[in-house]
Every structure is written in C-alpha cells, then in structure tokens.
C-alpha cells in the first residue's frame, strides 16, 4: 500500500498546542519565569494483533513512528503490503496490519538497549539486515552539505522553541525535504524511514541530516534505509565508524559553520565549494543539537 506523496517539505511545527505546555519556575536569581517544555506521551506499536513495543514520544507523526519502527526492526520487510495503519487516539495506540504473517516472534525475544536518547531498544540481531551490504553510489557536493547546514540551522523547530529535543533530516541534494523531531534520535530516524516506506520514497540519492551523535544504531539505521551519506553537528563512536565503513556509508561528523569531518566513504565528496567563503553559524542557532554530543 503505496499513498500519494504529501506536499514537500514537511516540517516541525512549534506552535502545536499538543506538542509543549508552558511550565511556571523560578530562575537562578528566584524571579518567577514560565517556560514552554516538550510534551512526552506513551506510543503503544501492535502489528498483526501482537503488541510489539511502547515508545516515548511527543506524539506527531504516530503512522510514520510505527512503520518506521518496525521497518527499521526487519518486521516489515520491502514489498511487504501493509492493509491497514490505524491511530487510536484514546488508547495511544497504532496498529498495523499486512496481508501475510510477519515473522516478528523470533525477534521479540531478543532485544538489545542502545546508545540512544530515551533509551532505544533493538530487536533481533542489530546487524541482520546488512551483512554484506554495500550502499549504492552517489556524488556528494560540499556545497549541498553547506547550503543544508545553513537552511536546517534556521528552519522553524521545536529545539528552538523548547529544547530537550533531537531532530533529523531527510535531504536530497541541497534541499531538506522531511524535517522530523522526537525526544529520543531513533525516533525521529524512525518517522523519516515510515515516511519512506508509506510512500515507496528511494534513500539512493538521499542524505541523512541528524543533530545526534553517528552511533552504531545511527549508521545501522541509515544503511537499513539504503541512504549513502549521514551527516551531524556532533561526533562519532567507534563502532559507527567501523559499521559504516563496512557498508560503504559516507559518513560526516562535526558539520558545523565552515568545518566538517568525514571518517568513512570520503570518496563520494566533491569539494566545489570554498570554506573560507562560507559564513560561520550564527550565533542564535550556534548551539542548535549542541547537547547531543
């Protein structure tokens, strides 16, 4: 069940009312304040009548969450036809349902705790799926990835109006086309993924912009995804490194004002852009993801 691409890009917005709620306090001098904070609510995932996972999250995009959790888990594999995505949402609840029987039992009883935000969880073997993978090849220009950091840094965004969030960006070229935010990195990653596979979009020519750190569970992700290049504002693990250098995933870290560093598939880059010429973050944005690192 392929459905119609929505209008293009697809955006946080920080004015919905379900997303923050304003909080009294007192700040570091005892005078009253009150500040917008991000909303957190339970996401109950059932596929085919089983309750797979309950997840921490701030509530928009349910349909994508859902299906990008289980795609990016191997229960829901490519060309898999999915009859039914329904949100309930008194129960905060989605269930998914496809024509045949998934083979989520085995994966269910194995489970492994992540690195993420909000304590992200994986079933199954977290390297199933990409055991001799090789990532399509692709031109990466440093202009796009100057002209990305520049648009993203100043797009409307919940981390803006509230803080305590991770944003990730699915980008083609020089252009941010799907803008998602979660309280946990895996999250958002999830949502661009259900995004994807509700509406057959490729990742072959695609870039991956996050504001987290490129952890094992990132570029695993983004390699389940087919997409060859993940970029972020912040670092590297050592196993991301070593994972996305098995699979051929370009693989850039630190990509803040003039700077970047690239630890795997440096070979896609073309430098047709000067440096010295790109101005550096402004500072009202500067410390955007800064505390991912």
Same mark, same amino acid.
């Given at each position: ?65 859902? #299906? ?51 304590? /992200? ?11 001799? #993978? ?10 796009? #990835?100057?002209? #990305? ?13 509230? /803080? ?51 952890? $094992? ?46 630890? $795997? ?29």
């Amino acid at each position: 069940m392929i459905r119609p691409l929505p209008p293009l890009p697809i955006l946080p917005d920080p004015d919905a009312p379900s997303l923050t709620r304003a909080v009294a306090g007192i700040d570091q001098t005892g005078a009253a304040v009150d500040l917008r904070v991000v909303e957190e609510r339970p996401l109950t995932i059932w596929l085919n009548g089983r309750e797979i996972v309950t997840a921490m999250t701030i509530g928009d995009h349910p349909d994508y969450l859902a #299906l990008g959790f289980l795609r990016n888990q191997g229960m829901l594999r490519d060309g898999e036809t999915v009859t039914g995505v329904d949100y309930d949402e008194e129960t905060e609840a989605v269930i998914i349902r496809t024509a045949n029987p998934t083979d989520y039992e085995d994966k269910l009883a194995r489970k492994t705790r992540t690195s993420g935000c909000a304590v /992200g969880t994986v079933f199954g073997d977290m390297m199933e799926g990409i055991a001799g #993978l090789q990532l399509p090849p692709a031109e990466v220009r440093t202009s796009w #990835l100057y002209a #990305l950091a520049r648009q993203i840094n100043t797009l409307p965004s919940l981390y803006l109006a509230a /803080g305590a969030i991770h944003g990730t960006v699915l980008c083609e070229q020089d252009r941010a086309l799907v803008y998602m935010e979660d309280v946990g990195r895996h999250n958002a990653v999830d949502k661009i993924a259900g995004f994807m596979f509700s509406h057959g979009v490729s990742g072959a020519d695609k870039i991956l912009y996050t504001t987290g750190r490129l952890t $094992s569970e990132m570029v695993i992700k983004c390699a389940q995804m087919g997409i060859p290049v993940l970029a972020s504002r912040s670092g590297f693990t050592g196993w991301g490194v070593e994972i996305a250098q098995q699979v051929g995933l370009t693989l850039i870290g630190r990509m803040r004002g003039q700077r970047f560093t690239c630890l $795997s598939g440096a070979e896609r880059l073309l430098f047709d852009a000067d440096p010295g010429a790109v101005a550096d973050e402004d500072r009202r944005h500067r410390r955007k993801g800064a505390g991912d690192d």
